[in-house]
Every structure is written in C-alpha cells, then in structure tokens.
Nanobody, 120 residues
C-alpha cells in the first residue's frame, strides 16, 4: 500500500510561483514513476510532469519550461515547482505513484489533491 498527501496549493496571481509537495509512505519496491496530474471540473485528468526511478523526467506540452518536478528520496517527498503561473493553470493537482509489476500489470495510487487557483 502507498499513501500520498499533497500540500502547497493556494491562490496566486498570474506570473507568481507555487511549490507543491507530496509526502509519500508505503512500499515502493515496484515504483516506476511518480507524477503530478491536474484536473479541471468537467475535464479529463492530464499529466503535468513525471519523474521515473531512473531520474528521467517528462512534462506536458503546456508546461513550456515553467515547472520543475523533483524528488527527495531521503524524505520520501515529491515536489512540483511552478513558476510564471497562468490562469489556465487553475486546477486541482494530484500526486500519483505508478507501480509496475510486469509490462501489462500496474497499479496507480493517488493523493487527495490540492487546489491551485491563479488569478489574472
């Protein structure tokens, strides 16, 4: 089992910055990646950023160099540094851990989400 708890969301003006944190606990032996997703009401959840156990990272096209995903393995914490925020970034942000047991078998674990609101 894996538990994920996000924090760091809030209200910020356009052009501002926020840093999201995700405190993780549990068994990570089969961890493939840790990820940040976001969701706006009525829309599908979309990938913001991913960091793999290799250290490789991947970002959604809309990030355009504004966000940085990182992790502190000693603290079991995942971060998302968001700079130059835009109103379009307003969403609930979710922390996700993907466990992979085989090429065709995996589990997803989710945090409860943290609201990010960017005012114009």
């Amino acid at each position: 089992q894996v538990q994920l708890v996000e924090s760091g969301g809030g209200l910020v003006r356009a052009g501002g910055s926020l840093r999201l944190s995700c405190a993780a606990s549990g068994n990570f032996r089969r961890l493939n990646s840790m990820n940040w997703y976001r969701q706006v009401a009525g829309a599908q959840r979309e990938l913001v950023a991913a960091i793999f156990t290799s250290g490789a990272t991947h970002y959604g096209d809309f990030v355009k160099g504004r966000f940085t995903i990182s992790r502190d393995t000693a603290k079991n914490t995942l971060y998302l540094q968001m700079n130059n925020l835009e109103p379009a970034d307003t969403a609930v942000y979710y922390c996700n851990a993907e466990m992979r047991y085989s090429p065709d078998s995996y589990d997803d674990y989710w945090g409860q989400g943290t609201q990010v609101t960017v005012s114009s």
